[in-house]
């Protein structure tokens, strides 16, 4: 039942049954909801780009993903649940080389956001 990462199909079944998770977690799904509002469409093929350039090596995707998140009210209890989530999601559905890449990948990713977010906020309220 559980598949390697190999393709851009697996990529969307990915991103897919991830983001239904998030849409519906109690702690997280007014964040991304309000954020992204009706947008969810775009949103997805955003992701499915990201995720696409790091686990195929396809450069699909060009840009910076910390800027949209910079100012969200999140903090490491988001982080640990967003985590929880994208690992939960990963470990149900796949298996092999890429998927143990991916749940590294946004465990990186989220410490480095959750720094990043750290400085922006303490920059903010030193200037102010």
Known sequence: MHKEILTL???????DSFYEKVRTDELLKNIFNDKIQDRWPQHLEKMYRFWQTILLEDHTYFGSPF??????????????????????NIDAQFDGAK?????????????????????YKSSQITTS
Request: charged share 30%.
């Open 67 to 88: 800027a949209p998140h910079a100012k969200l009210p999140i903090a490491q209890e988001h982080f640990e649940r967003w985590l929880i989530l994208f690992n939960e």
């Open 99 to 119: 998927a143990k890449e991916a749940k590294w990948r946004a465990e990186k990713m989220a410490e480095m956001f959750q720094h990043k977010i750290a400085y």
């Open 9 to 15: 199909d697996d990529v969307k079944q990915l991103v």
